[in-house]
């Protein structure tokens, strides 16, 4: 027991705290966990990807920056400033901050439960006509004390609460690193939808140009009295369709960029500075290094978040069953009363005298035994709730490994189809070119011309599509593999303008700290290895 209070200490009182203390090391000596201890769910995954190609290695993953296999700096520089703007991000990132907090209050519950001191000073009257009243019908008292009570932790429950809480802190964590995943995914994959929109516009508007002549050349071979007005017509039809692609084009732009600005959180005006100089749409790396699914497993977010829950639902069976037991408290009170009653005086130095010190100290046990089967239910409840985050774990383990598959797949495919349309999209120029030569000659009619110009118009734009394509399936598989939540490696995970702020309204200790730890390694991981993917697979 601890005395606060400014008063002189007496053997007595250091009796008292050597024997309060005794007691307590010996009984938290004996302390055990009910309940069963938590063990990862079991979740079974392919030795290998489903489908191989010279493109694609099992070797370890490089996709912690993904977005630099692209070689493009815009995008890198995007991505970078995403990371540090993104609202949806920054609101993640509070929820982090709110974990820790919380899991400061499971630690305190560890520690005497109840502690106050209290004063009191009352001046009294009795009333004289009462048979029973004191002699003394007026006087003045005053109390000082100390208070505590401490309900030991037999059985564990404290401790697994602290275990729940380190779990949900950990939680707080992959799912921020999830935010993060889908941040830097869509950015990258607005981006690419953006050049990938430029360059079908660029191609769209040479179609008109190409398109044009054609169509002044059948109007000037008309007049001449050399083709019929069905040749000026085609012609015309077939400009004004493309020209109708352009408008559209820039309509779907124009939401891109403002979809892109809302990423970054900042206005579309800004944007088109940091978008000028690009190199058009980014192309994919020969050869891509994902690794094994294994690696999946450590690298996803979610599942780290899934594996988190299922072992935080996991320590609620060992509080519920906590309470089947007797719950034993140690609690004491140790001040000062006196009064002047009796002709005595009142003052500080009575108060604070030897004889005035009041002091109690002792055990107390309570045992709920007629629950009628409440708490075993209560700990039934837990233990089919850890079941379902069990089971929600491995289903989430099985959804992650089908992205990948999936989006690996589409990846080859893309590729393979951008071999085909950029072969297809050749052949069509130069059908186009021999077909208006031809024409020219008079050789052939103009319908021939017209089609080999719509047939070059459509390929082409195949082809950017299926370029931007390419880019966008290989992110998605980098996404898939939870590439990117390492860029937050050595930072904190809210900004320092925030902290600030927040640091103005309340007295958080060290808990914004960049080198918050707690006494453990949840909340920054090493570049070689971090914690929260330890627990997790």
């Not at 239910?377 to 774990?393: L, T």
């Amino acid at each position: 027991m601890k005395k606060r209070l400014t008063a002189k200490a007496t053997p007595a009182h250091l009796v008292l705290v050597v024997i309060t203390a005794a007691v307590l090391v010996m009984a938290l000596g004996g302390c055990m966990m009910v309940g069963p201890d938590y063990t990862r769910p079991t979740a079974e995954v392919n030795d290998s990807w489903l489908e191989a190609s010279p493109t694609i290695s099992d070797e370890p993953a490089e996709v912690r920056e993904w977005w630099t296999s692209f070689n493009d700096p815009v995008m890198t520089a995007l991505v970078n400033k995403a990371y540090e703007q993104n609202l949806t991000l920054r609101a993640a990132g509070l929820r982090v901050i709110q974990a820790r907090a919380a899991r400061g209050i499971s630690v305190g519950e560890f520690f005497p439960q109840e502690q106050e001191i209290s004063a009191d000073y009352s001046k009294n009257k009795i009333s004289k006509n009462d048979l029973n009243n004191p002699p003394f019908p007026r006087f003045k008292k005053a109390e000082l004390s100390f208070d505590a009570v401490w309900e030991l932790d037999l059985w564990g429950k404290f401790r697994r609460n602290i275990n729940a809480a380190d779990a949900a802190l950990l939680g707080s964590i992959a799912d921020y690193d999830d935010v993060l995943v889908s941040l830097v995914a869509e950015v990258g994959l607005v981006y690419v939808e953006i050049r990938t929109l430029e360059r079908r516009i660029d191609l769209a508007k040479e179609n008109v140009r190409i398109q044009q002549k054609s169509f002044e050349l059948a109007v000037a071979r008309f007049r001449n009295g050399a083709v019929s007005k069905l040749d000026v017509t085609e012609a015309g039809s077939t400009l004004a369709n493309t020209k109708s692609t352009v408008p559209d084009f820039e309509s779907s732009l124009r939401t891109a960029k403002l979809s892109l600005g809302v990423l970054l959180g900042q206005s579309v005006s800004d944007l088109e500075k940091e978008l000028a100089g690009g190199t058009g749409i980014p192309s994919a790396p020969s050869e891509v290094t994902i690794g094994v699914p294994a690696d999946l497993l450590r690298r996803r977010p979610d599942v780290r978040s899934a594996e988190r829950a299922a072992a935080f639902q996991s320590e609620q069976i060992g509080i519920a069953a906590a309470d089947l037991f007797p719950s034993v408290s140690v609690g004491g009170s140790l001040g000062y009363e006196a009064s002047d009653a009796g002709n005595l005086s009142l003052g500080t130095n009575n108060l604070f005298e030897t004889d005035s010190l009041i002091w109690s100290i002792g055990p107390s046990l309570t045992w709920p035994i007629l629950n009628y089967g409440r708490i075993m239910n209560n700990k039934r409840v837990q233990d089919a709730a850890f079941q379902e985050a069990a089971v929600n774990y491995q289903n989430t383990v099985l959804q992650a490994a089908a992205e990948v598959e999936s989006a690996l797949y589409g990846f080859l495919k893309a590729r393979e189809q951008l071999v085909y349309l950029t072969e297809s999209s050749e052949n069509s120029r130069r059908s186009f070119e021999l077909s208006r030569i031809q024409y020219l000659e008079g050789q052939t009619d103009f319908l021939r011309v017209d089609i080999a110009a719509e047939a070059l118009s459509q390929q082409q734009d195949k082809q950017a599509t299926a370029e931007g394509l390419v880019a966008t399936t290989l992110i998605s598989a980098y996404k898939a593999l939870g590439g990117g939540w390492e860029l937050r490696r050595g930072h904190e995970f809210v900004p320092q303008e925030t902290v600030d702020e927040m640091k103005e309204r309340t007295n958080w200790g060290d808990i914004l700290d960049p080198d918050y730890t707690n006494g453990t390694d949840l909340g920054f991981p090493r570049p070689d290895e971090n914690n929260e993917t330890q627990r997790a697979p």
